[in-house]
């Protein structure tokens, strides 16, 4: 939130690359156990 507050565009504890990462491992995860998100890839 405080990132959001003062307008930053990354938070110095966890950089753009990082929050990245998480979001394609996590995509990978859903889409090899066949979990499909509404709007999401393929929607």
């Given at each position: 939130?405080r ?6 565009g990354?938070?110095p ?6 929050r990245?990462?998480?979001?394609r491992t996590?995509d990978a995860v ?11 890839p393929g929607?």
């Amino acid at each position: 939130m405080r990132t959001l507050r003062a307008s930053e565009g990354e938070s110095p504890l966890v950089p753009l690359d990082g929050r990245l990462a998480v979001i394609r491992t996590l995509d990978a995860v859903r889409n090899r156990i066949g979990i499909h998100c509404p709007g999401g890839p393929g929607e």
